[in-house]
């Protein structure tokens, strides 16, 4: 059974930053690309960043580049979102996900991944 537990969020004023961690179980963590996605309530769960299953390859959606930075330890299971220079536009429930195969690419769509956490509120005020 594979679990992904995020945490992390909270109520941030603009311009202030916030780490999110998602920690892994029940798949071999160090084998899998992972994602952030997030969403907001009527709007489509959107790509944010993903990173390859050993590290050395991240992808960013353009609204969040050079602000957000994804990251990994294999050692702990363990996945990363930093978030810089945050944007009240920034607003919203976010998501870690796994892919659904072992040493695929880090994909940017969400129907690549199959396993998604419960979700962590990230609120900016401006």
């Known amino acids: 059974q594979v679990q992904l537990v995020e945490s992390g969020g909270g109520l941030v004023l603009a311009g202030g930053s916030l780490r999110l961690s998602c920690a892994a179980s029940?798949?071999?963590?160090?084998?899998?690309?992972m994602a952030w996605f997030r969403q907001n309530p009527g709007k489509e769960r959107e790509f944010v960043a993903s990173?390859?299953?050993?590290?050395?390859?991240?992808y960013y959606t353009d609204s969040v580049k050079g602000r957000f930075t994804i990251s990994r330890d294999n050692a702990k299971n363990t996945l990363y979102l930093q978030m810089n220079s945050l944007k009240p536009e920034d607003t919203a429930v976010y998501y870690c996900?796994?892919?659904?195969?072992?040493?695929?690419?880090?994909?940017?769509?969400?129907?690549?991944?199959?396993?998604w956490g419960q979700g962590t509120q990230v609120t900016v005020s401006s």
């Open positions: 996900a796994t892919n659904r195969a072992p040493w695929a690419v880090a994909g940017t769509t969400r129907y690549e991944y199959d396993y």
């Open positions: 990173i390859r299953w050993d590290g050395y390859r991240t």
């Open positions: 029940g798949r071999t963590f160090g084998n899998y690309a």
